[in-house]
């Protein structure tokens, strides 16, 4: 209502005006809206009829137009005169509606354990990404957008692309930990947005194996007893196993592996976890099935179960001692008959026992005669034989406790007899790990850690021991005299251990020869005797020592150099994959000589330029594109690949080739460069096989994709097979009856891509008589000015044209037109031979202010060749002429305005 559109003009705020032309007198000008493009501009524009205001009715709606184009009409009343004026109104744009996107909400797809960077899918099964659209009420085709697009949580970020929004993962998911989460996605534009809720389905991935619930949790063992008469079709076990993961990958088949040889055919397991018993025929004893969890996923995981089933007999169960290991202590000097131990065992079914000793073992391989016996009935053990000074410190004998049962079962125990030290006694080291019985050390042994760095010659290894730094020592235990003892590094572990270790004999001070290498081995364990020459006593400890990772090597690269392959106009955030024909991701494996395995790794990787960004997995980097690539600005790229750790690094060459996508079309390089239309001149007697134009095309593509093939796609109807055109570009004429006159050809050249690209070109070929070329007006558009008194056979202008043959030519007036449609009489006539127009009527001052006559020029060839002219003739105004608006933006000879029109542009806020 209130709003009035100005017109800058020279820096000038204007409205429309119109003055009235006449000099004697002048009319009132009244002004109207009389047209608009679109039709609606009359709901939208209003026009003041006396000051020619222009007023906006109600808000303007750039999604019905971006521009409306209007008509006024200034109108003298008075004496039915007018003129008109055009009015361009750009609508710009005002952010008033927010941006939306197109579903009300979303459901995407990704896979558990893939890579960070991974772009959601719409569906479970297709490899097709899930393109969020956005859309926006003030933006209409053509316009720039700038959407920015954000999701919540931190497990994902968006990428735009235009009027897309991409979700993509920032970490590796776990559909076991979460199956599904719900996302909010924001999009926004300036100071306004909206959301939507997004679904994300995480797929499962094989990657949990079979769980057995019912045995132990660390062995997987499942121990069960029965008889030897157990009946066929029993249940022996009912053992299940569980898996964490979905569908196929989640459902579990039983089979049984592995059974003790002579049991293979007495046991079968069902799909319920039953193991069952079938016919057979049981005996006492321990029977070994293994069985196999398998789950139904593509490369299907298992797990094993140890059933261990006993089988007891009939008529009792085993004996058992009550202690399966025994000690006792007694001195060298005992006497034959002395009590040594009591072995005693229990039978269930209260049957005869019967006691011996199966195994005898001790220091010395001399002592062949066995010196303890036991009571068969009682088990009570004694000595048997004699012993000296020199008798071993103990001895290790095995007991075996048998029933009366058909058939016989048994137990065993191990009897440890120490027998007190005489005075020769071995060296005892100052540091124990291990005793037995909290009195008899059985093992001493040292640990340390030494970095990698330690260099060889001065350095002494200390322990640790209760908080003080201990070397090793050793003590002789004897009490009447003492020995000295010597120290000797007798063995180790790895065997190169006497290459980087060394003990002082005296001391058992170790050092450290050379530099300790991890990727020998990361742990040295090695074996110290402590030795009393004088009586041949000696006593042995372990050494470990760990050797710690110091950062002396940087990491490398696997390969020397690398190469990868990138599609052109793939979206940002792709992985470079190993070759152009694959979906396999280019990997750069990455190794440190300081670190061995069960090390954990902390690589960095970066590469140079702003192409490209890493991903680090491990010991795997992977490149990835931060921008939509064009093969066209660049077929490859190479680059430096640095990884590093700490403050050593390496680096690699990395060359990048950007494969062909079909996105050019075929460009002609011969035809005018915005119509491509191509131009040609023949006469009607050119012979067979000329080549009548040599015209070919480009495309910027590679490969198929830049091969082109041409096809004649049109030719004007009876010149249809006048035409052939070759794999070079040349158009050749055939067997044909030219006549002179036009022939349109359209060419057509189609690139080999997969969906091909197609341009046309215009041949455009003008055919001659034989007997002269076309005359030609030496302009085709002629103007004259004379007076509306003009007088019967006044001149009034010469129409002259010209011929290369200097043929006879012959005017005549074809068209005749004025502003008033009353005026049928010619008022003007041509000399058919010289081009003449002279004045042939009357005119007054009501006449129209210009006449428009076509002149046509013909010559005498066979057939007729012609050409026109435009002849504009301005009566000079009588007093009454038409109004004319202040502004002109096109005027014609300079002098007289031809185009008026005011251009504004109004925000499409305006109320």
């Known amino acids: 209502g209130d709003f009035i559109i100005y017109f800058i003009i020279n820096g000038t705020n204007t409205s429309i005006s119109a003055e009235d032309q006449n000099t004697r007198q002048t009319s009132e000008i009244t002004y109207y809206l009389v047209y608009g493009v679109p039709l609606e501009y009359s709901d939208y524009f209003t026009i003041d009829e006396n000051t020619a205001t222009l007023s906006i009715l109600k808000t303007l709606n750039r999604t019905i137009s971006t521009t409306y184009e209007l008509t006024i009409m200034a109108y003298e009343a008075d004496d039915d005169h007018y003129s008109f004026a055009t009015v361009i109104i750009t609508v710009d744009s005002v952010n008033n509606n927010p941006p939306t996107f197109r579903e009300d909400s979303y459901t995407g797809y990704i896979s558990e354990n893939v890579v960070a960077d991974s772009t959601i899918l719409m569906s479970d099964d297709s490899g097709e990404v899930l393109k969020l659209y956005i859309s926006d009420a003030d933006i209409v085709e053509g316009d720039e957008t700038s959407f920015n697009c954000t999701v919540s949580g931190d497990q994902f970020y968006t990428v735009v692309d235009d009027n897309v929004c991409y979700i993509v993962t920032s970490d590796v998911l776990d559909r076991e930990s979460e199956s599904n989460i719900t996302l909010t996605v924001t999009v926004s534009e300036g100071d306004t947005e909206s959301t939507v809720n997004l679904t994300i389905y995480i797929t499962d991935e094989n990657d949990n194996s079979p769980q057995w619930t019912d045995t132990d949790i660390e062995t997987n063992v499942y121990s069960v007893n029965i008889t030897e008469t157990t009946i066929v079709g029993t249940v022996i076990a009912n053992i299940s196993a569980s898996d964490a993961d979905d569908g196929d990958n989640g459902d579990i088949t039983y089979e049984i592996s592995y059974v003790t040889t002579e049991y293979e055919d007495c046991f079968t397991m069902n799909d319920t976890g039953e193991l069952i018993l079938d016919e057979c025929s049981l005996e006492s004893g321990t029977i070994l099935i293994i069985l196999t969890a398998s789950d139904n996923g593509t490369d299907a995981r298992t797990t094993d179960a140890y059933i261990e089933i006993t089988v007891t007999s009939d008529s009792s169960n085993a004996p058992s001692f009550n202690n399966t290991v025994i000690t006792s202590t007694i001195s060298y000097t005992a006497s034959v008959g002395d009590l040594v131990a009591v072995a005693e065992a229990t039978d269930n079914n209260d049957a005869c026992l019967t006691y011996s000793i199966i195994s005898f073992q001790s220091y010395e391989p001399s002592d062949q005669d066995l010196v303890f016996t036991i009571d068969e009935n009682t088990g009570v053990i004694s000595v048997n034989g004699t012993m000296d000074e020199d008798s071993p410190l103990n001895y290790t004998l095995t007991i075996l406790v048998e029933d009366a049962g058909n058939p016989v079962q048994n137990d065993t125990a191990t009897l440890v007899i120490y027998i007190n030290e005489p005075e020769d006694l071995d060296p005892e080291f100052d540091h124990c790990t291990s005793t037995y019985n909290d009195s008899i050390c059985v093992d001493v042994t040292y640990e340390v850690s030494i970095s990698d760095n330690i260099y060889e010659g001065d350095f002494i290894i200390y322990f640790i021991i209760n908080g003080t730094n201990t070397s090793i020592s050793a003590e002789d235990q004897n009490t009447r005299q003492t020995s000295e003892i010597t120290y000797y590094l007798v063995y180790g572990v790895p065997l190169e251990y006497s290459d980087y270790f060394t003990i002082d004999e005296n001391t058992a001070t170790l050092s450290i020869l050379k530099t300790l290498n991890r990727t020998i081995s990361t742990t040295y364990e ?386």
């Open 526 to 911: 090695l074996t110290i005797m402590a030795y009393e020459a004088d009586d041949d006593h000696y006593s042995f400890a372990t050494v470990i020592i760990t050797v710690d990772s110091v950062n002396n090597n940087p990491p490398t690269f696997r390969e020397d150099s690398y190469t990868g392959y990138i599609s052109e106009n793939v979206v940002a955030d792709s992985t470079i994959l190993m070759s152009d024909d694959s979906g396999e991701v280019l990997k750069l494996y990455i190794s440190d000589a300081d670190i061995v395995e069960g090390d954990e790794t902390s690589f960095n990787c970066t590469v140079s330029g702003d192409q490209f960004y890493t991903v680090v997995d491990d010991n795997v980097c992977y490149i990835v594109t931060s921008d939509v690539l064009d093969r066209e600005s660049e077929s490859n790229i190479t680059l430096t690949v640095t990884v590093s750790e700490g403050d050593t690094e390496s680096t690699v060459n990395l060359t990048i080739y950007i494969t062909d996508e079909n996105d050019n079309s075929p460009q002609w390089t011969d035809t005018d460069i915005e119509t491509n239309v191509y131009s040609v001149n023949i006469t009607e007697t050119t012979i067979v096989g000329t080549v009548i134009a040599n015209i070919s095309a480009s495309d910027a593509d590679d490969g198929d994709n830049g091969d082109i093939t041409y096809e004649i796609s049109y030719v004007t109807t009876e010149y249809e097979d006048c035409f052939t055109m070759n794999d070079t570009g040349e158009l050749i004429l055939d067997e044909c009856s030219l006549e002179s006159g036009t022939i349109l050809i359209i060419l057509t050249a189609s690139d080999n891509g997969t969906d091909a690209r197609t341009t046309d070109a215009y041949i455009e070929i003008t055919v001659t008589s034989d007997s002269s070329n076309a005359p030609s007006f030496n302009n085709t558009v002629i103007t004259s000015t004379i007076s509306y008194t003009a007088s019967v056979g006044d001149l009034v202008a010469v129409a002259e044209a010209t011929d290369n043959n200097d043929a006879c030519l012959t005017y005549s007036i074809i068209s005749f037109q004025s502003y008033e449609p009353s005026d049928q009489d010619l008022v003007f006539t041509i000399d058919e031979n010289t081009g003449v127009i002279s004045v042939n009527g009357t005119m007054d001052e009501d006449s129209p202010l210009n006449y428009t006559l076509t002149i046509l020029v013909e010559d005498a060839g066979n057939p007729v060749q012609n050409d026109t002219a435009t002849l504009v003739i301005y009566i000079n105004e009588p007093e009454d002429l038409d109004p004319e608006f202040d502004h002109c933006t096109s005027t014609y000879n300079d002098s007289i305005c031809v185009d008026v029109t005011y251009e504004v542009s109004i925000s499409d806020n305006i109320y």
